[in-house]
Structures are given as structure tokens and as C-alpha cells.
């Protein structure tokens, strides 16, 4: 199971029940997350009058639900598959044991054993349900789109230079976003639009360099446009005041070197690492062999097979948002 932290407290912070499977305790100590739910519960009621859904805590994600007089928080690893949909479901569970038990909720703590098999069986057919649907999309998925995407895996290379450009190294581009280009290459790879903001004689160059880090399909691509216009996979502009950066949409601000919304990924952060030498042709030329793994799952899903379930649980969830968006 993944590695996640799963706090219930009152409004006023006290401590009702946790599961912890972290082992760096010191760093992310329950004292330290349930003074930050205080702080949030005191702003949320005193200024802005609204509970926040999620945070970024110490380099995880931190995300909330309240309900009543109670808050749960699961403090969880960016790529874990989990997310705010299961914290009404633990809390339920956690007031079916109060129930079944009659205690008070600041009785709860010496019910922590009866409370924890509960939550351990959410969180276990959580993640079941999850690769059932993750099966459910992969059985429905367009054999068309799949042969599409293996025929591309041939002819995007000669597709893409399709005219004098000018590109970066990724080397160049990994010193002028030092973070976050692994947001930008699970995007790419998924299907999220990324847009490129800053000085446009950075931003063009930079968007023909990032087109080639989707060997899988070929990228619908604005390198420049002076006002925002929707239906791509990666533009340029600095028109951008009115959008907001999410889980579906990544923004790359050049200037200031930062990566805004998407998803993070220790895979793709490894394979960031691995291209941050290379040049545009080399960088693309390895991706197209290390993301070999998503045609070969592809071919698989042709005839039915069910070796899919080899991967490991990341490189599921990166399959399952790619067929989600072919679907």
C-alpha cells in the first residue's frame, strides 16, 4: 500500500485518530499537520469563509475534508494514487465504529484498533475498485486509436522536423526550468495542454524542443499566439492572467523558471534526469525507446491480454490517464 499519513481531528485541532505508514515521523510530525489544521480552520472561518480541498505539505499533498464538527486529512506521496474522493469514505467509517461502539469522538483513541481495520479495508478496496476501472477502460479502449499510436511510433520523428527549426538541448532547458519538467512530460504523454509563457524568442524554440518528448502521438502545437486559444497541445503566449494552473492544465512560466498545475511523477522525474544532457534528436530518439512499455501494453490490450498487470502501480496509472483520454 502506498506510503500516506490519515488524521482525524476536531475543528480545534485535537487529535481524534491516525494511521501513519510513513517512516520519516520526525518530519512529518502529527503535532506539525494538525497545528496546520488549526491555523487553516481558524483563516478558512475568521477571512476567506472556505475550507481548502488541498495543500502542498513538506513536499506531499495534504488534502481535507470536513465535516460537521470533524476534519479528516490524508497526507500522501504527489504520485500516490490517492486522493481527496476517499476522505468521505474513512470518515464514514469512522463514525460507523463510533456507532457500533457508542463512544464520544473524544473517546476515539482508545478505539484506534477497531478504527484502523475499518480504514485499512477502505483503503484496500479502494485501490481495488480503482484497477477495476482501470481494467474497464483499458477493455473498452479503440483498437483504431492504438494502431494509430503504434503506427506513430515509426513516423513521428520524420513527421515532427518538418521544416527548418530551431530547438533547445534539454540540457538548456533544464537550466532555465530547474523544476517540474516531469509535469510537463506526464502531460505530454496524457494528454494535459501545457502552455509556455515568457519571452517569445525562448518560448518557440522551447515549445519545438517539448514536442518532441511525445513519441506516442503526434502534438497539436501553437509555438506563439498573442491571445490563448484552447484546442492545443502545447502554445506559446503571455496571455494566460485568466487561467488558473490544475491537474489538467500545465503552465510554464520561463521567466521565473517555474511549473505550474499538472501531475507529478518520480518516473518521469527519472527520466528527466536521464534526458537533461541531450540534445532535441537524442532526447527524443531515448524516449521513444524507455516509453516502449506503453506501445507494448498497447499491443497487448489488442488481443486481450491481461500482461498489463505486470507494470508497476505508476506506470498503470500513466496508461489509465493516456486510454482515458483516447477513449
Known amino acids: 500500500m502506498d506510503i500516506l499519513k490519515i488524521l482525524i481531528t476536531s475543528k480545534n485541532g485535537e487529535l481524534l485518530y491516525q494511521y501513519d505508514s510513513f517512516s520519516e515521523n520526525k518530519i512529518h510530525d502529527n503535532a506539525l499537520v494538525t497545528s496546520l489544521i488549526s491555523a487553516i480552520v481558524a483563516l478558512s472561518s475568521e477571512v476567506v469563509n472556505s475550507f481548502p480541498r488541498e495543500i502542498e505539505f513538506e513536499g506531499k499533498i495534504l488534502y481535507f475534508y470536513t465535516e460537521n464538527e470533524l476534519i479528516v486529512a490524508l497526507l500522501v506521496n504527489i504520485e500516490a494514487p490517492f486522493n481527496g474522493?476517499?476522505?468521505?469514505?474513512?470518515?464514514?467509517?469512522?463514525?460507523?465504529?463510533?456507532?457500533?461502539?457508542?463512544?464520544?469522538?473524544?473517546?476515539?483513541?482508545?478505539?484506534?484498533?477497531?478504527?484502523?481495520?475499518?480504514?485499512?479495508?477502505?483503503?484496500?478496496?479502494?485501490?481495488?475498485?480503482?484497477?477495476?476501472?482501470?481494467?474497464?477502460?483499458?477493455?473498452?479502449?479503440?483498437?483504431?486509436?492504438?494502431?494509430?499510436?503504434?503506427?506513430?511510433?515509426?513516423?513521428?520523428?520524420?513527421?515532427?522536423?518538418?521544416?527548418?527549426?530551431?530547438?533547445?538541448?534539454?540540457?538548456?532547458?533544464?537550466?532555465?526550468?530547474?523544476?517540474?519538467?516531469?509535469?510537463?512530460?506526464?502531460?505530454?504523454?496524457?494528454?494535459?495542454?501545457?502552455?509556455?509563457?515568457?519571452?517569445?524568442?525562448?518560448?518557440?524554440?522551447?515549445?519545438?524542443?517539448?514536442?518532441?518528448?511525445?513519441?506516442?502521438?503526434?502534438?497539436?502545437?501553437?509555438?506563439?499566439s498573442f491571445k490563448y486559444e484552447i484546442g492545443y497541445d502545447i502554445i506559446g503566449t503571455n496571455d494566460y492572467d485568466k487561467l488558473l494552473p490544475s491537474s489538467t492544465l500545465v503552465i510554464i512560466n520561463i521567466d521565473e523558471g517555474i511549473v505550474f498545475g499538472g501531475h507529478s511523477s518520480a518516473y518521469f522525474e527519472d527520466v528527466i534526469k536521464q534526458i537533461s544532457n541531450l540534445n532535441a534528436v537524442e532526447a527524443f530518439t531515448f524516449l521513444r525507446t524507455e516509453l516502449d512499455w506503453v506501445f507494448q501494453s498497447l499491443e497487448s490490450l489488442s488481443i486481450r491480454s491481461h500482461s498489463k498487470d505486470t507494470l508497476p502501480l505508476e506506470k498503470q496509472m500513466i496508461l489509465f490517464e493516456l486510454l482515458k483520454r483516447l477513449h
Open 85 to 224: 474522493d476517499i476522505l468521505p469514505i474513512l470518515l464514514a467509517e469512522f463514525k460507523k465504529v463510533q456507532e457500533q461502539y457508542n463512544f464520544s469522538i473524544y473517546q476515539a483513541i482508545k478505539y484506534e484498533e477497531e478504527v484502523s481495520i475499518e480504514i485499512k479495508s477502505a483503503l484496500a478496496e479502494y485501490l481495488s475498485n480503482m484497477q477495476k476501472n482501470m481494467l474497464n477502460v483499458f477493455e473498452k479502449t479503440d483498437l483504431t486509436d492504438y494502431k494509430s499510436l503504434i503506427k506513430l511510433k515509426n513516423v513521428a520523428k520524420d513527421l515532427m522536423f518538418d521544416g527548418s527549426r530551431e530547438f533547445l538541448s534539454f540540457e538548456i532547458i533544464s537550466r532555465i526550468v530547474p523544476e517540474g519538467l516531469d509535469k510537463v512530460l506526464y502531460g505530454l504523454i496524457v494528454g494535459i495542454p501545457v502552455i509556455v509563457v515568457g519571452n517569445r524568442n525562448l518560448v518557440e524554440p522551447m515549445i519545438h524542443s517539448l514536442r518532441l518528448l511525445s513519441p506516442t502521438k503526434l502534438l497539436n502545437v501553437k509555438p506563439w
